[in-house]
């Protein structure tokens, strides 16, 4: 056993698609009428359960970042570069799962 790294990569075959010249019938695929592919729907499912626990995710990680970057402050050692750049990413953080719960763009639908 081993990990990926530690296996010799194995070179990809991709295999060319059929030419559809050769097709006996290539007018019948551009048919008006002609059932097309079903729309694809994205990957992560907009759903207000799945707004609701990452919103909430990311604004407790939010504020744990910024808590742990409070605590030294607390007890009175001054702010350096590093703790002042500690509190602006748990803020953004937080920041960022209100923006997940708001919803700006309207486009997320209840489930259930």
């Given at each position: 056993m081993g990990s990926l790294m530690t296996q010799p990569l194995e070179?990809?075959?991709v295999v060319a698609p059929?030419?559809?010249a050769s097709s006996a019938n290539p007018a019948a695929l551009t048919t008006p009428g002609a059932p097309t592919?079903?729309?694809k729907t994205p990957?992560?499912?907009n759903c207000w359960s799945c707004r609701?626990?990452?919103?909430?995710?990311?604004?407790?990680?939010?504020?744990?970042?910024y808590w742990v970057a409070r605590k030294p402050l607390k007890l009175?050692?001054?702010?350096?570069?590093g703790t002042i750049?500690?509190?602006?990413?748990?803020?953004?953080?937080a920041c960022w799962g209100v923006v997940v719960l708001s919803d700006p763009r309207g486009k997320a639908v209840r489930v259930g």
């Amino acid at each position: 056993m081993g990990s990926l790294m530690t296996q010799p990569l194995e070179p990809v075959k991709v295999v060319a698609p059929p030419e559809a010249a050769s097709s006996a019938n290539p007018a019948a695929l551009t048919t008006p009428g002609a059932p097309t592919s079903p729309e694809k729907t994205p990957v992560p499912n907009n759903c207000w359960s799945c707004r609701v626990l990452s919103g909430a995710g990311l604004i407790g990680a939010g504020g744990y970042v910024y808590w742990v970057a409070r605590k030294p402050l607390k007890l009175g050692h001054p702010p350096g570069p590093g703790t002042i750049m500690q509190m602006v990413i748990g803020i953004s953080i937080a920041c960022w799962g209100v923006v997940v719960l708001s919803d700006p763009r309207g486009k997320a639908v209840r489930v259930g």
